[in-house]
C-alpha cells in the first residue's frame, strides 16, 4: 500500500510542474480527488479490507489526500497569483509621465476684469453686496426715484414676468436694499447681470453685467465721487490716465455726470480705439438723490452720498480692444485663447 500512495504522490508531483495553465491544474485535482479519482477509489476499497488494516491504509490515504490536496491548494495559489502579476503588469500605468499634451486654461475675460475692479474696490475699503436678479419694479425703479411714467418702465425698455416683478435692468436694486437693511456709514460695490430689452449687435446685448457703487456718509461730496474714480481708473488703466465729468441726468442722482477716461491707447491725441477723440466714455455717476435717501429711511439732512455705475462688457472691451460683445459670450477658444 505504502509502495503505491508513494507512486501516486510523484506522479501528482511530476503532473504539476510540467502545466502551467489553470484548467489544467482543476483537471488534475478532479483525476485524483474528483468523485472517480485514484484517491477517492482507494477510500472506497476501505470497505473491502480485513478490520486488521483497514485502519492503517485508510490513515494511509487520507495523509495522501491532505498532501495532495495541499499541493494542488498551493499549485492554484501561485498560478492565480502569477496571472494577477502579469495583469498588473499588462494594465499598469506610470502617473510620473506626463502622456499627453494639456491645454491649461485663462480666466475669461469678463471674470479677469471683474477681479481687478473687485481688488481695486477693496482696496479702498468698499466691501461687495449681491442681489436678486428677478426683482420687484419697485425696489428697481420706485425706490430709485423713476416713477411710473418714466421711459425705462416702457415694455420696450424692460422685461416684465407680472405687472410688478421683473428681470432688473440695473443693479442699483441692491443699493436700496442695503440702504434699507443697513444705516450709514455705507460703502458698497454691487457687480451683477442685468437685462434690457436690446436687441444683439456688437454693443448691445439683453444680458450684460454691471458693477455699481454707492457711498453714504456725512459729508459726502461731489470731489470724493470725483478722486474715488480718478484713483480707479487710473488703477485700471494705468497711472497716466485721466478722467472728465460731463453733465448729465439720472434719476437717482443730483447733479449727475457722465465720466470718460484719456484713451489709454494714444494717451488722448486720438486714435482707431477713441475714435480719434482723445477720451472713451466708461461710466456714469452723481450725487445720491435726496429723495432716494428719504425713501430708504436715511435722513438726506445729516447725510449725503454718491453713486456710479459701470458696464463690465464696456471697461473690458476698451482695456482689450475688443470690437465686438458678441465674442464675450460665444465660447469660441480661438478668441479666449488669447486672455
Not at 15 to 44: A, H, P
Not at 79 to 102: A, G, N, Q, T
Request: charged share 30%.
Amino acid at each position: 500500500m505504502n509502495e503505491k500512495l508513494e507512486k501516486i504522490k510523484v506522479q501528482l508531483l511530476q503532473k504539476l510542474n510540467t502545466v502551467n495553465k489553470l484548467e489544467d491544474i482543476e483537471n488534475i485535482k478532479v483525476e485524483y480527488l474528483g468523485k472517480k479519482g485514484e484517491i477517492t477509489s482507494l477510500l472506497k476499497t476501505l470497505g473491502q479490507m480485513p478490520p486488521e488494516e483497514r485502519k492503517e491504509a485508510g490513515s494511509l490515504i487520507n495523509t495522501l489526500r491532505q498532501e495532495v490536496e495541499s499541493n494542488i491548494d498551493g499549485k492554484l495559489k501561485m498560478m492565480k497569483d502569477l496571472e494577477i502579476e502579469k495583469k498588473l503588469e499588462s494594465e499598469k500605468i506610470d502617473i510620473s509621465i506626463d502622456k499627453f499634451s494639456r491645454d491649461f486654461g485663462n480666466k475669461h475675460p469678463l471674470t479677469a476684469v471683474l477681479d481687478d475692479i473687485k481688488n481695486i474696490f477693496i482696496g479702498m475699503g468698499y466691501s461687495i453686496e449681491e442681489g436678486p436678479e428677478v426683482e420687484y419694479a419697485e425696489m428697481n425703479f420706485d425706490m430709485l426715484n423713476t416713477p411710473k411714467d418714466h421711459p425705462a418702465r416702457d415694455l420696450q425698455d424692460t422685461f416684465y414676468i407680472t405687472d410688478s416683478i421683473i428681470l432688473r435692468t440695473q443693479t442699483s436694486p441692491v443699493q436700496a436694499r442695503t440702504m434699507l437693511r443697513q444705516k450709514p456709514p455705507i460703502k458698497i460695490i454691487v457687480p451683477g447681470r442685468v437685462y434690457r430689452s436690446d436687441s444683439v449687435d456688437a454693443t448691445h446685448s439683453p444680458m450684460f453685467h454691471q458693477i455699481e457703487g454707492l457711498v453714504v456718509d456725512e459729508n459726502i461730496t461731489m470731489a470724493d465721487l470725483k478722486g474715488t474714480l480718478e484713483r480707479f481708473a487710473k488703477e485700471c488703466f494705468g497711472e497716466s490716465t485721466r478722467i472728465r465729468l460731463r453733465p448729465h441726468h439720472f434719476p437717482f442722482t443730483e447733479p449727475s455726470a457722465e465720466v470718460d477716461v484719456s484713451c489709454f491707447v494714444c494717451g488722448g491725441e486720438g486714435c482707431r480705439v477713441c475714435k480719434g477723440e482723445g477720451w472713451i466714455e466708461i461710466l456714469g455717476g452723481g450725487m445720491v438723490h435726496p429723495n432716494v435717501l428719504e425713501l430708504s429711511g436715511i435722513d438726506s439732512k445729516k447725510y449725503t452720498g454718491f453713486a456710479f455705475g459701470m458696464g463690465l462688457e464696456r471697461i473690458a472691451m476698451t482695456k482689450y480692444d475688443i470690437s465686438d460683445m458678441r465674442y464675450l459670450y460665444e465660447n469660441d477658444v480661438r478668441f479666449l485663447k488669447q486672455f
